[in-house]
Each structure stands twice: as structure tokens, then as C-alpha cells.
């Protein structure tokens, strides 16, 4: 059971995640609901504290998002946070009005109460006035005209006379500014004084109690039944697969299907960290002819994936079915996927992993076990440290589902795919080598159906292009094309045009996203 909980309301903002990630960084553990949750499930949940998050919108405008009141009457500590600190001085009969500047960017903070929220914040050196500041990030239209009843200053900019209030004898606090962003430089601190020192909550939530935790909850759940569990070689679904283990031993199967657009050895190197590590139960099944097959001659992008998609279910669903006694599925859902399906927005068009496998639940009648609901993908990969797996899984990069065949652009033939999969091996090696990969959100090679001329010794050649794609990104959503140093691409370059055979000219893809995507496909 944990007990203390801090609850960050959505009002709509890009940082809303950021902010529950930076309470959980305390070991405190924080969840994320609509604005519009029900006063029973916020009370079900029993925060020792609530943030509200900021929104794209303003207090006045149509339609804006207010929560239930009932929230200022709990008499927990409430922390607003730019629209949140808005929204409590509009509801608690303040006064919001436009800024005739707006402010966005860096700003100086000073600080005018320094006793609780910013204890320990100001430094007399970064100010031009005698009192104490510190350097925080705006993003705001509106302002506060008039505090509403009970509540302080508690610090001013040059364009916000109230920055931040308070109401100290209800605990209510609310900044303009964001200390959930990296800009601010001691947001990290006054977050911490919020969780611990207002809301008085003990950083008892780690990994280790997660892990303890979770794998109580899944033996009690699971009891005397099975589960299967489908591996593809990334992160997630290892991790899932290891922490169900973990709990219930050989009553966990995982199956893991070739669909013959996988990487190099990719089948091989799964099945020995998780067989000879971690002594699992796996079922390989090669099914790379049956997918192949059904590739054949087809050029469009969303066919191929959805055609690998459908494959996979009817291949998991077979050998699934051969399981006796079989009554769930483990799947490595995560927190941002939780986030967006439960959002008031409604689910956006996310992409989804073909091993998303819905159609299986009701046809088979199998119930979901997601242990990894609750955990963003950093916290992912520290469970994994944690369960002991390898370095070279936890920082895998992202793998598409739909695997190599988005990478072929156009055909998907057996020879084009050992051409793409031998200059992958050389670019990953490289980038390995030169200690890029971990710096690095994913990187691979292109296979474009063009020819070009070239020479070889005195031979006129006329062979493939094989384009890299190296992008640094957060969380795949956006993206910049890696400024990857000229020696290293020169190599990889070399090598690929010396090494494999049928092609004879690499480019390097300096395309970032937006416009682009990662995949070229
Ligand atoms: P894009 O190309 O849309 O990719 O910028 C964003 C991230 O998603 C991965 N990706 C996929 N993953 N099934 C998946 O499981 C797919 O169909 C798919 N398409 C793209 C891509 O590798 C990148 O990490």
C-alpha cells in the first residue's frame, strides 16, 4: 500500500506529465487525473496533496476547464501552477485579468516570503535588488489583478506583482510561473518543499517497494492460472515479462514471433537473456515465411503495418490457444499510454505497437495484466536495473512493430532485407563504438528503392542507396536529426559501401520532426 500520494489535476498542459515525473524523482508517488475526476475517486485515492496543472486556456474563456470545489474543502495543501494558480484565484473570488504584457521566457523571481514554499530558493546573487531571487520560466497571458480572500504575495516579477501567493492558515499556494521545467533553476527544490514540507509526505515510494508490491498483486491475482505474454525484444515487454516471472515462475509462457523483418540475430539475442538469464519459459515461432508471403509486392506503408498486425494476432492467438488453462495476457502497457486513453481530450492518434493485441482479450476471453501501467518509460528502465536484466536491453532503442519492412521502402523481398539488415549491423557497430548509442533516441538504415551509378576499381556500378537516420528526441512525439560527428559517418559510410554487397552510395537524412518523421515509412 502506498500511502503518500501527491494527485496533479490536467487542466491541458504539455508539462502536466513533467510535473507528476518530477514528484515521483523524490519518491513520492503521483498519479494524473482529468480535471473533471469525481470528488469519490479523487477522495478513493487519497493524495496528501493536489497540483493543478497549467492549460492552454484562460479562465474567462468559453468552456473552460474547472474542477469540482469540492477539492478546496479536503483540507489537504493545493499547489496551482500557471492556469492552476489562475483558476484558484478565479474560483476563489479573486480577480484574472489579461496582461498587458504577456510573459514568456526567462524571469527574474523575487521573492517576498521565503518561509515555506521557498524556503531555501533565493540567492542575493542573482538579483539586481537587495532582496532575495531566483530564475524562473513564464508562460502566461493572464495575470492576478486582486488576491482572493486569505491569500499573500509571496513573490513578484517586474511584469506579475503577484508571481506566486499564498494562503497559508488552508495551505493553498499558487505560482505563475512553471517550476516543473528545467528553465526554472530551483523548481526542483520548490516542488520538494511542496511534497515534503506542506504536504508532509515521506519519500517511501521506489523501485524496490514497487517491485514488491506489484509482484504480490500479480500472484494473488493470477493465482493458480497461466499467463502468456508476447516479447518482441524491446524494453517493455521484456521488463513485463521478467517482473511476471518474477511472481509466478513457470506459470508465465512468452511467445515471441518471427515475422521475418526483424533485425540481425534479433530472435536469438532475446531468447538467450531471457531463457539463460532468466530461465523463461519461451515459445519461438517462426512465422517469417507466413508474413513474407503476405508482404509480397506490397508498396504502401499503412498496408505493411497493417498486414504484420493482423499476422501477428492470428500467429500469437494459435499458439496461445495451445496453452492450457491460459486466462491472461501480460502486456508492457505505459503511463503516457494510460494518460492519453483516460485524457478528457480523448485518445489521440497515437501510434500504437502491433502488439497491442485487443481483438485476443475477447476472443479468447483473456483478462490484462499491465504492470507497468502506472511507470513512465525512465522509471521503466530503472525496474529493469533493478530486476538485474542487461545494460543492452534496458537502453535499447525503439524498434517499430511493423520492424524492417518500414524501413524497405517499396518492396519487401528476401534480398532487399539482407541488404538493409547487414548495413544496419555496420551502422549500429559505429555508433556503438564512438559511444553514441546511448546518446542517441534511435538510430538505422534506410533501404530506398532508387539506383545509382557509381565505380568500383575501374567498374562502372549501378546499386542501391542506403540512407541513415540518427534523431535525438524526449519521447519520440518531436525530433532533431543528430548531429553525428563527420569521422563517424564517414566510417559507416566506408564500411557499408566496402562490406555490402549491392550497394554503392549512403546518405545521411537531416531531416527533423516535424515536418518528417522518424520512420521514413
Ligand atoms: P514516427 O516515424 O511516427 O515514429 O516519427 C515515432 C516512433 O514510433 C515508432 N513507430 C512505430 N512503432 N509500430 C510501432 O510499434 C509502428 O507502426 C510504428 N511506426 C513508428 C518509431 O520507430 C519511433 O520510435
Known amino acids: 500500500m502506498i500511502e503518500d500520494k501527491i494527485l496533479v489535476l490536467d487542466f491541458g498542459s504539455q508539462y502536466t506529465q513533467l510535473i507528476a515525473r518530477r514528484v515521483r524523482e523524490n519518491n513520492v508517488y503521483s498519479e494524473i487525473f482529468p480535471f473533471n475526476a469525481s470528488m469519490q475517486k479523487i477522495r478513493d485515492f487519497g493524495p496528501k496533496g493536489i497540483i493543478l496543472s497549467g492549460s492552454p486556456s484562460s479562465v474567462y474563456a468559453k468552456g473552460a476547464p474547472i474542477p469540482d470545489m469540492k477539492i478546496f474543502e479536503l483540507g489537504i495543501p493545493i499547489l496551482g501552477i500557471c492556469y492552476g494558480m489562475q483558476l484558484m484565484a478565479h474560483v476563489l473570488k479573486g480577480k484574472v485579468a489579461k496582461s498587458l504584457k504577456r510573459e514568456y521566457g526567462r524571469a527574474e523571481l523575487i521573492i517576498d516570503d521565503d518561509s515555506d514554499l521557498f524556503q531555501g530558493i533565493g540567492s542575493s546573487l542573482v538579483t539586481r535588488h537587495s532582496s532575495l531571487a531566483t530564475v524562473v520560466w513564464m508562460s502566461h497571458g493572464d495575470r492576478i489583478e486582486k488576491f482572493p480572500a486569505g491569500f499573500n504575495s509571496i513573490a513578484h516579477t517586474e511584469n506579475s506583482p503577484i508571481a506566486a501567493m499564498s494562503d497559508k492558515s488552508r495551505h493553498f499556494y499558487a505560482l ?67 517482473l511476471v516471472h518474477e511472481a509466478i515462475g513457470d506459470a508465465l509462457t512468452c511467445i515471441f514471433v518471427d515475422n521475418g523483418v526483424l533485425r540481425q540475430d534479433e530472435a536469438k539475442k532475446v531468447e538467450q537473456m531471457l531463457k539463460k538469464s532468466f530461465h523463461m519459459k519461451i515459445k519461438y515461432i517462426d512465422a517469417s515465411e507466413r508474413f513474407l508471403r ?126 538493409l539488415r547487414k548495413a544496419d549491423v555496420i551502422v549500429l557497430d559505429e555508433i556503438k563504438k564512438a559511444e553514441l548509442y546511448n546518446k542517441i533516441w534511435q538510430v538505422f538504415a534506410v533501404l530506398l528503392p532508387v539506383k545509382s551509378v557509381g565505380v568500383m576499381g575501374d567498374e562502372r556500378t549501378y546499386d542501391n542507396v542506403i540512407a541513415v537516420r540518427a534523431v535525438t528526441s524526449v519521447d519520440g512525439m518531436t525530433a532533431d536529426w543528430a548531429q553525428i560527428p563527420y569521422d563517424v559517418l564517414g566510417r559507416i559510410s566506408n564500411r557499408i559501401i566496402n562490406e555490402v554487397k549491392g550497394v554503392n552510395r549512403v546518405v545521411y537524412d537531416i531531416s527533423s520532426k516535424p515536418p518528417s518523421t522518424i520512420e521514413w515509412e
Open 294 to 419: 503476405k508482404l509480397k509486392g506490397v508498396k504502401d506503408p499503412e498496408r505493411k503495418r497493417k498486414i504484420i498486425g493482423n499476422e501477428f494476432i492470428r500467429v500469437f492467438e494459435d499458439e496461445a490457444m495451445k496453452i492450457r488453462n491460459v486466462t491472461f495476457l501480460a502486456q508492457g502497457t505505459l503511463y503516457p499510454d494510460v494518460i492519453e486513453s483516460t485524457s478528457f481530450k480523448g485518445p489521440s492518434a497515437m501510434i500504437k505497437s502491433h502488439h497491442n493485441v485487443g481483438g485476443l482479450l475477447k476472443k479468447m476471453k483473456l483478462k490484462l495484466i499491465e504492470p507497468l501501467r502506472e511507470l513512465f518509460k525512465d522509471e521503466v528502465r530503472v525496474l529493469g536495473h533493478e530486476l538485474g536484466m542487461p545494460e543492452e536491453t534496458i537502453n535499447r532503442h525503439p524498434f517499430p512493430g511493423p520492424g524492417l519492412a518500414i524501413r524497405c521502402i517499396s518492396d519487401v523481398t528476401k534480398e532487399r532485407l539482407e541488404i
Open 176 to 242: 505563475q510561473f512553471h517550476p516543473e521545467v528545467v528553465h526554472t533553476e530551483k523548481g526542483r527544490e520548490i516542488i520538494k518543499n511542496f511534497i515534503f514540507d506542506i504536504c508532509g509526505c515521506r519519500p517511501t515510494w521506489t523501485m524496490k517497494s514497487f517491485i514488491e508490491t506489484e509482484k504480490e498483486r500479480i500472484r494473488e491475482l493470477v493465482g493458480n492460472q497461466r499467463v502468456v505474454c508476447g516479447i518482441s525484444g524491446g524494453v517493455d515487454s521484456s521488463v513485463t515479462a521478467v
